[in-house]
Each structure stands twice: as structure tokens, then as C-alpha cells.
């Protein structure tokens, strides 16, 4: 009975043991992984804890990279307080100078020159922070390229120049603001409130009533709040009378009052002169093809290829990239066949809306559907080739006095997150314009959510397309203390850190405009039929 009893337990263990041995056979590999893992020195030990969900929070993330772009921005703010005219920065005292002059240069050779910065009183001035624009330019040959800016914070510049063609080419210097006039716009920037004030208009079939709104009411009563709910950007308007707050179809903005500026502030707003040019101690330079420099051929234009500073030139008024092989794109049959098929989605302000706009002008048979208000969205079709190409603003703020429609949606990245996407899908953004006179922070934090949402886009759907347009210069005459390029210029710089690294397709419309000396909101018709040419460029190839 004894080993039978024996026998008998031996096997009431054996499904025991059968269990351990799988168990063991299951759990070796992990084991042996984990091990592994603790060998590898670059192996981050805090993988093996509990996750901390305040640590992979991505508001939390985006909030940290905007603080990270903020402070690296903050180099190319000065820190000065002068407020006497008599001692800022003055185009008219101060010279731009030659580097290692010489009788030719060659095509492809980068010509430096030296600015050096006086006060109104002919002194040199001692620190840096000017707001200077530059170019070259051959006005026979209907050729310009803009120069890249070095500050060194002592009051001298050195500006180069690539000479991308032979001839006789001049150089242009100007100096759009003092470093005063720029440190107090920045201030401006980022303190002023109400330069606009806002009105939303809401309606239904039979009533129409209007409140005020903005980005932050302070207020105890009620109002209508129109979030985006993913990344938490909000505008908000005081509750209608009677209809709700769906019912909010445009709004309007008109001039406000910026009160946070000094009189003393104003009066050096006022009397400073922007964009004067800064007199050249030379002549034009001559510049001839050698044979030794032979520039090398650029490759196709790619989605995800770094944009150069400069990117390109102008010559002969059409747009050559300094990275890519583009074509012109001048025959419409080039235009219609690389459009063919695709349905392009335009997001943001009228500069990008007029890309559609030019289409529809030059593309006979894409014509539009529905209405045309200027700032109402607009879609055109070609039915023929199956082309579609829609324009909205990007929402708000919008600042016009014509009204901003909102219908369709608010939010950019709400409808990046809706679009499906696919092979024939391109989209193109450019945001900025309207964003100028609202803080610094506003205007990142806004393009990291939509660089944000492109990325799940990609990631839904590789195949789809998208593109970013920087915003272009203005009018010289525009309202400096909201409108002013240098507004324009540390957006465009904050706009190239946020979408360092993704694959997207740049189109650098900063740099076209300063190499065409074109201050104007909307840029004409040539300038915008290049933008689009290096956009079809790098959907098409350098040939259709």
C-alpha cells in the first residue's frame, strides 16, 4: 500500500510540474532579455518603473518644447531701453563696407560685406539688435537673392551673399528698425493688449445679434467658449442675448487701443523712419562664370529636406531653389497634368488664399463653386482632370474688417485630425499674419498643436503631402506696433524650430519676398506663381 501511495502522489504531481516546466520555457526569453537589457550601458533603468503619467503627459511635452523655442528666441530680442532718437540706430550715419574687395568674383562665391551702425549723432553704436534686411540685385536681369545676417551684439554686421549669377549686381542694405524701436515692439508683443478689439456675429435663419470676443475674457459672465479640446486653445465670446452659441458665423475686428506703451515710447515710434537704406562706400560688384567654381547640380526637391538660408534666387523673375531642381512651370499643360487627379487642401490666411486664387486665373477650367466672399472658404474644381483645391482661414483671430466666416470649423488641427488622407491628398499651411500682434508664445504654441497633427496625418496616411509656407514681408507702411516684419521674421524663426526634422515640403516665401523687394501683404502675381512652382516642383519633379 506504501508504494502505491507513493506511486499515486508521483502522479497527483505531474500536472504540477508539467505547468512549472511551460511556465519556465515561457518566462526563459523574458529573462534572458532583461538581462541582456542591463548589460547594455545606453539601457535607461527607469524603463523598468512605473511609468509616471505627469512625466509622458504630451501637453506637458509640447508645453516644455514651446518653453525651449521661446528661450532659444530669446537671443535675437536686444535688452535696450533707450528712448531718445538721437541715440538709436541711424541708416542714414551709418556704412556698409567691402570685404577683401577685389576686381571680379566668381559665380558661386559668397561676397561679404560689413555694417557698421551709427547713432543720429554719427557715434558707433556699442551693441546689436538692428533689424536689417539685405539683398543683391541685377535690375536688367531681373535678378535679386537675400543675404544672411550676422550680429556681432557691438554694434557691426557681416552680411553674405552667394552670387548665383554673372553680371553687374548691386547691394542693398536696409535697416527696417533700431534695436530700441525692435526691443520695444517685442515688449510691445508680448504685454500690449486690445490692439484689436473683436465683435462675433451669430445668426440663424431669422435673427442676428453680436457680442465681443478674444482669446481671454476676463469676465463673470457667461460667454461662449470655442475650444479646441485636444491642445486646449480657446477663444471665447460673450453669450448672444437669445441664440446659442453654435450659431456664431463671423467675426470682424477693428483697431484697439495698445495702452501699455509710454508717450515717450511712442513719440520714438512715431518719429523713427523704417527702411532706410544704408549707404555702400562701393561700387556694384562684377561678377563673372569660372571655370574652376562649376556650382554643383541639386537633386529633387524632397518632402523633409532642410530649407538653406538663402534658398534660392530670382532671375529673369522666375525662382531658382539653391537645393532642388524646380521647373517654371509657366506652361499650364505642366500645371494641369501635375495637378491631375489631386485634391489640395490651402489652410490659413489670404496669402495662402491666394494660391487658389492664382489657380483659378490661370488654370482655365478650375473654377469655383459657391460663393466668393473674400474671406468666405473657397473651393474650386476641375472636373475634367478630377483637381479640386479648397481654401479656409485658419479661424481665429482673423483680423479684417470684412467678415472672417467660420464655418466648416475652427481649428486647423481638427481638421487635420478628420482628413483621412491619401496618395492624391496635399495639404499646404501658412499661419502668421494674423497672429503678429498677439505674444510670442500664442504664435508657437498654435503651430506646435498643428505640427502635432500633421504627424498623425503622416502616420495615418504616409502617402499624403504637406507642406508649410513661411509668411512673407509687408508694407513698410503698415501699423509698427502690430504689423511690423519683425513680428513676421522671429515667427518665421520659431516656425522653422517647430518643424525642424519633419517631413514636409518648405516653401520659404520670406526669402522670396526680401529677394524681390516686395513689402506688400499680398505679393503679386509672378512671386505667387513661384511659390506655387517649387510646390508642384516637389510634387512632380523637376519635369512633368
Given amino acids: 500500500m506504501a508504494g502505491a501511495e507513493i506511486t499515486l502522489n508521483r502522479k497527483s504531481h505531474l500536472p504540477y510540474l508539467n505547468k512549472m516546466k511551460i511556465l519556465f520555457v515561457l518566462l526563459l526569453p523574458f529573462v534572458l532579455y532583461i538581462c541582456w537589457l542591463l548589460r547594455v550601458k545606453r539601457f535607461d533603468r527607469r524603463l523598468l518603473l512605473p511609468l509616471n503619467p505627469r512625466l509622458h503627459d504630451p501637453r506637458r511635452a509640447t508645453e516644455a518644447k514651446v518653453n525651449e523655442i521661446l528661450q532659444a528666441l530669446k537671443r535675437h530680442i536686444p535688452a535696450v531701453t533707450h528712448t531718445q532718437l538721437e541715440l538709436t540706430s541711424s541708416g542714414e550715419h551709418s556704412l556698409v563696407t567691402l570685404m577683401n574687395p577685389k576686381e571680379n568674383y566668381c559665380v558661386g562665391e559668397i561676397l561679404s560685406v560689413r555694417v557698421e551702425m551709427n547713432d543720429y549723432l ?9 533689424f536689417i534686411l539685405a539683398r543683391i540685385h541685377s535690375p536688367e536681369l531681373q535678378a535679386g537673392a537675400a543675404g544672411v545676417l550676422e550680429d556681432f551684439n557691438n554694434g557691426t554686421y557681416r552680411v553674405n551673399f552667394t552670387l548665383f549669377w554673372p553680371g553687374s549686381v548691386k547691394v542693398s542694405v536696409l535697416l527696417i528698425h533700431s534695436s530700441e524701436v525692435v526691443s520695444m515692439l517685442s515688449r510691445a508683443k508680448e504685454y500690449c493688449n486690445n490692439k484689436f478689439i473683436f465683435t462675433g456675429t451669430f445668426h440663424n435663419s431669422t435673427l442676428q445679434e453680436t457680442s465681443r470676443c478674444d482669446i481671454h475674457l476676463s469676465t463673470n459672465e457667461t460667454v461662449c467658449e470655442f475650444k479646441d479640446k485636444g491642445n486646449q486653445e480657446s477663444f471665447s465670446c460673450f453669450k448672444p442675448k437669445t441664440l446659442p452659441c453654435e450659431t456664431l458665423h463671423y467675426t470682424t475686428s477693428r483697431n484697439g487701443k495698445a495702452s501699455c506703451l509710454t508717450d515717450v515710447e511712442n513719440d520714438l515710434l512715431k518719429r523713427s523712419t523704417v527702411g532706410v537704406t544704408i549707404q555702400n562706400n562701393f561700387k556694384d560688384i562684377t561678377v563673372v562664370t569660372c571655370k574652376d567654381r562649376v556650382p554643383q547640380a541639386a537633386g529633387k526637391c524632397e518632402l523633409g529636406m532642410s530649407s538653406p538660408i538663402p534658398s534660392g534666387f530670382f532671375h529673369s523673375d522666375r525662382w531658382s531653389s539653391s537645393y532642388c531642381r524646380m521647373s517654371s512651370f509657366q506652361n499650364v499643360n505642366d500645371m494641369n497634368q501635375c495637378l491631375q487627379g489631386k485634391q489640395v487642401y490651402l489652410r490659413g490666411d489670404s496669402t495662402m488664399r491666394q494660391w487658389v486664387e492664382y489657380s483659378t486665373f490661370k488654370l482655365n477650367e478650375l473654377k469655383y463653386t459657391g460663393k466668393t466672399e473674400t474671406h468666405a472658404p473657397k473651393l474650386a474644381v476641375d472636373k475634367t482632370r478630377n483637381i479640386t483645391m479648397s481654401w479656409k482661414m485658419h479661424g481665429f483671430p482673423c483680423i479684417s474688417y470684412s467678415p472672417c466666416f467660420m464655418d466648416g470649423g475652427i481649428y486647423i488641427v481638427e481638421e487635420l485630425d478628420r482628413l483621412a488622407g491619401r496618395e492624391n491628398t496635399v495639404v499646404a499651411i501658412s499661419v502668421g499674419q494674423h497672429l503678429r500682434p498677439f505674444n510670442l508664445k500664442f504664435y508657437v504654441t498654435r503651430m506646435m498643436n498643428i505640427k502635432q497633427a500633421v504627424a498623425r496625418l503622416l502616420q495615418r496616411s504616409p502617402s499624403t503631402r504637406v507642406f508649410v509656407k513661411s509668411e512673407n ?18 515667427q518665421n524663426l520659431a516656425l522653422r524650430e517647430v518643424f525642424r526634422g519633419v517631413k514636409v515640403g518648405f516653401i520659404d516665401a520670406w526669402d522670396m519676398t526680401v529677394a524681390a523687394n516686395s513689402f506688400s501683404i499680398h505679393p503679386n502675381r509672378n512671386i505667387i506663381h513661384n511659390q506655387i512652382a517649387l510646390f508642384l516642383s516637389y510634387l512632380c519633379g523637376p519635369s512633368v
Fill in 122 to 130: 554719427s557715434k558707433p553704436k556699442t551693441y546689436g539688435g538692428d
Fill in 473 to 490: 514681408t509687408r508694407e513698410l507702411s503698415s501699423e509698427m506696433i502690430w504689423a511690423s516684419d519683425w513680428h513676421g521674421h522671429l
